[in-house]
């Protein structure tokens, strides 16, 4: 496929689910919305591009696994969810309600198609080498595409299944990172210190790139890089709130209040931002 109708399926795709973030945000009046904003593009990436998927067969044996390790982006990958077909997009407005299948944080016993319940960060990269791991012992051919936060590179386990996968060879894991330099404590710098990142994850055995984590094209690129002889990470450097101005400059915004009368300027920003990107 030709690289330009690549970048606009992706880049169309989160356009909508930024839209579609949106809108469940606003059935609570809260929420991750920034990260969903700021990750959309990564997550357009994997589902418009690179995730072998059944949108009617979830459970499908020979799909790719894709794992958010990040249970409070849920927001983000029910967008992302709703694109792939694999929940219909009326269901996006039951957001975070009693009886939903789409709570506010990841639970794979709800919500057709999330494969972990991501609570307590730094799991999410142990349980993806477990799968890979288990995945080359059946012979099995699909991938595991793991979701991290910057914030979680604060934690030891990362770092233990870091150096797990490259003992193993794992080819058939690739990590993503969110550094969107922010955490719940603050500014990432400022709670832990984890740059220089990339020579960190090299010296765990892995392939390394880094990317603008907005920049649909720069992302396809380092999929259609990655080893086949190592895992892979691609750290993606993101901006909060990506694609609306007011939520992009808001000071707090790991858990974001928006005001009742903010929402329709939301989305007027997203939508001026978009005018000129071909359809």
């Known amino acids: 496929m030709a690289a330009d109708t690549r970048i606009t399926r992706v880049s169309e795709a989160a356009y909508r689910m930024r839209h579609h973030a949106l809108n469940m945000g606003e059935a609570q009046g809260q929420g991750y919305v920034g990260q969903a904003l700021g990750a959309a593009d990564m997550l357009a990436a994997v589902y418009a591009d690179q995730l072998n998927y059944r949108a009617d067969d979830p459970q499908w044996s020979e799909r790719d696994r894709f794992l958010l390790s990040t249970g409070h982006y849920a927001i983000g990958l029910y967008a992302a969810l709703a694109e792939a077909g694999i929940v219909d997009v009326d269901e996006l407005a039951t957001y975070g309600s009693d009886d939903s299948r789409l709570p506010m944080s990841g639970m794979a016993s709800y919500t057709p198609g999330m494969e972990i319940s991501g609570g307590s960060l730094g799991h999410g990269l142990t349980v993806a080498v477990g799968m890979a791991l288990a995945l080359?012992?059946?012979?099995?051919?699909?991938?595991?595409?793991?979701?991290?936060?910057?914030?979680?590179?604060?934690?030891?386990?990362?770092?233990?299944?870091?150096?797990?996968?490259?003992?193993?060879?794992?080819?058939n894991?690739?990590?993503?990172?969110?550094?969107?330099?922010?955490?719940?404590?603050?500014?990432?710098?400022?709670?832990?210190?984890?740059?220089?990142?990339?020579?960190?994850?090299?010296?765990?055995?892995?392939?390394?790139?880094?990317?603008?984590?907005?920049?649909?094209?720069?992302?396809?690129t380092a999929f259609d890089q990655v080893s086949a002889?190592?895992?892979?990470?691609?750290?993606?450097?993101t901006r909060i709130g990506r694609g609306v101005a007011l939520l992009e400059n808001r000071e707090k915004a790991h858990f974001m209040r928006i005001d009742a009368d903010e929402w329709q300027i939301c989305r007027d920003q997203l939508t001026a931002g978009y005018e000129g990107v071909p359809a």
Do not use: Y
């Not at 002889?229 to 450097?237: H, R």
């Open 136 to 171: 080359r012992h059946q012979g099995n051919t699909a991938r595991v595409i793991n979701f991290l936060s910057d914030g979680e590179l604060d934690e030891g386990s990362t770092w233990e299944a870091a150096m797990g996968a490259s003992h193993h060879g794992l080819s």
């Open 173 to 220: 894991l690739i990590a993503m990172v969110d550094i969107n330099a922010l955490q719940a404590d603050g500014p990432t710098a400022g709670v832990l210190r984890t740059e220089p990142v990339a020579d960190k994850w090299a010296a765990c055995g892995w392939h390394v790139q880094r990317v603008d984590g907005n920049d649909v094209a720069a992302l396809l």
């Open 229 to 237: 002889d190592k895992p892979s990470v691609i750290l993606c450097d």
